[in-house]
């Protein structure tokens, strides 16, 4: 009977060894590979979503007194108007009352600048309302930023914001806090 010689039983049996510890290092390596590839398809699919933002809810209607009389930019019609502002949900209305004559003002100049023809239509009533509502919102974020200079650089993010909310179809103003403007009352005569 012919013996192997020592060295090459020792080099078989290495070899043995070698394989035997590839195929325990290989389950190891998979279950690797599947918990840091898993765990990068939930990372990547965490930073899809969006934020969840506050939702804006409608709150208290206040109306500016006194009503308005004035003349369209023809200068032969004028407008008698009672006008109303919707606000967000949490505004005060004690700011409002300290805005009111530059609120006032501000509807006075929007309305004086109108022809007959442009806010005789449903459609340009509607162009009326949105220019009121953003011009009014633009008067009152200015007055709190006065107040309070901190909120000054989160200016950026409020227009970002109010450009994704576009609000709901019948809003007048997609961002606050005036969110809706009604018109009580809306007489136009010619003299």
Same mark, same amino acid.
């Given at each position: 009977?012919?013996?192997?010689?020592?060295? #090459? #039983?020792?080099?078989?049996?290495?070899?043995?060894?070698?394989?035997?510890?590839?195929?325990?290092?290989?389950?190891?390596?998979?279950?690797?590979?599947?918990?840091?590839?898993?765990?990068?398809?939930?990372?990547?699919?965490?930073?899809?979503?969006?934020?969840?933002?506050?939702?804006?809810?409608?709150?208290?209607? /206040?109306?500016?007194?006194? /009503?308005?009389?004035?003349?369209?930019?023809?200068?032969?019609?004028?407008?008698?108007? *009672?006008?109303?502002?919707?606000?967000?949900?949490?505004?005060?209305?004690?700011?409002?009352?300290?805005?009111?004559?530059?609120? *006032?003002?501000?509807?006075?100049?929007?309305?004086?600048?109108?022809?007959?023809?442009?806010?005789?239509?449903?459609?340009?009533?509607?162009?009326?309302?949105?220019?009121?509502?953003?011009?009014?919102?633009?008067?009152?974020?200015? /007055?709190?930023? /006065?107040?309070?200079?901190? %909120?000054?650089?989160?200016?950026?993010?409020?227009? %970002?914001?109010?450009?994704?909310?576009?609000?709901?179809? %019948?809003?007048?103003?997609?961002?606050?806090? #005036?969110?809706?403007?009604?018109?009580?009352?809306?007489?136009? *005569?010619?003299?």
């Amino acid at each position: 009977m012919w013996k192997k010689p020592y060295g #090459c #039983c020792m080099s078989e049996n290495k070899e043995q060894e070698a394989k035997s510890k590839k195929k325990s290092k290989l389950p190891v390596i998979i279950a690797i590979v599947a918990i840091l590839g898993g765990g990068g398809f939930f990372m990547m699919k965490g930073k899809g979503k969006k934020e969840e933002k506050p939702a804006i809810t409608l709150g208290a209607i /206040e109306t500016v007194e006194p /009503e308005f009389l004035v003349n369209l930019s023809n200068g032969t019609t004028y407008l008698r108007t *009672q006008v109303a502002l919707q606000f967000q949900e949490g505004f005060k209305k004690e700011d409002l009352d300290k805005n009111m004559p530059a609120v *006032q003002d501000v509807i006075t100049s929007i309305l004086s600048s109108k022809s007959p023809s442009s806010i005789r239509t449903l459609e340009g009533k509607k162009k009326l309302k949105a220019e009121i509502a953003s011009k009014v919102n633009a008067l009152l974020a200015t /007055e709190k930023h /006065e107040e309070d200079p901190a %909120d000054s650089k989160d200016k950026k993010k409020k227009k %970002d914001k109010e450009e994704e909310h576009e609000g709901e179809p %019948d809003w007048d103003s997609g961002s606050g806090p #005036c969110l809706k403007i009604f018109f009580i009352s809306f007489v136009m *005569q010619s003299t």
